[in-house]
């Protein structure tokens, strides 16, 4: 187990509404990037934080935010949800930026009716 | 920009029959190159990476993976399948001269079938 968490395991919300994903981890890490996985491609990159501050963005709107505290947790937020935004959503840790190797969570399924 | 291609969709393979999966890759520099595995309803389990040296790399549960610059390949390998392999495979690659972020791009995913 990579001893990352993500909560909630799964989630169903309406257009229009706002939705607020969590992810976890055990050990220490500076750096947490998360993943849109939708249902039969690869995961695709939302944005980095590292030491609480973005930096780094994928092709997402800024209706997609996140957050990053110094307890090793983060935030996925996500306003006025689209249809299209219903997927399965991963977070990944860095734990040794001299290793590259993020390890990912179990992710949040999130459905949007 | 960068990119990464698993042309095949499914792999089917005998149990204790060499494995191959294929991936290429499209980067501006130098690329960092991961193998990934995600089963039924999992995130993804980490299995290999190329960052520099030996281009035949070794990884957990018995996978390695060749990188080839001149064909800019980086296909995952195991010498004998066990039905237990079978699962989603997932390459992805980072372009190291694209700034800070540790940004990953996954190609569309292999499944791979080992029939016992």
């Known amino acids: 187990e990579t001893g990352v968490t993500q909560s909630p395991t799964h989630l169903i919300k309406t257009r229009g509404q706002q939705v607020t994903l969590r992810c976890s981890s055990q050990?220490?890490?500076?750096?947490v990037s998360w993943y849109q996985q939708a249902l039969g491609q690869g995961p695709q990159f939302i944005f980095q934080?590292?030491?609480?501050?973005?930096?780094g963005r994928g092709n997402f709107p800024p209706r997609f935010s996140g957050l990053q505290f110094p307890n090793y947790s983060s935030e996925l937020n996500v306003n006025a949800l689209e249809l299209d935004d219903s997927a399965l959503y991963l977070c990944?840790?860095?734990?040794?930026?001299?290793?590259?190797?993020?390890?990912f969570g179990p992710g949040t399924r999130l459905l949007v009716l | 920009a960068q990119s990464v291609a698993q042309p095949e969709d499914q792999v089917n393979v005998a149990e204790g029959n060499p494995l191959t999966v294929k991936c290429t890759y499209s980067?501006?520099?130098?690329?960092?190159l991961f193998w990934y595995v995600q089963y039924p309803n999992r995130g993804l389990q980490f299995l290999l990476k190329y960052i520099t040296g030996d281009n035949l790399v070794k990884g957990s549960y018995g996978f390695e993976a060749e990188f080839n610059k001149s064909q800019t390949s980086f296909h995952l390998k195991k010498p004998s399948a066990l039905v237990s392999d079978s699962a989603l495979y997932f390459c992805?690659?980072?372009?190291?001269?694209?700034?800070?972020?540790?940004?990953?791009?996954f190609g569309s995913g292999t499944q791979l079938t080992v029939l016992p």
């Open positions: 990944a840790i860095l734990r040794d930026s001299n290793q590259e190797t993020q390890y």
């Open positions: 980067v501006s520099g130098n690329p960092y």
């Open positions: 050990s220490g890490h500076n750096t």
């Open positions: 992805a690659v980072r372009d190291i001269s694209s700034g800070s972020a540790r940004q990953l791009t």
């Open positions: 934080y590292y030491r609480e501050e973005e930096n």
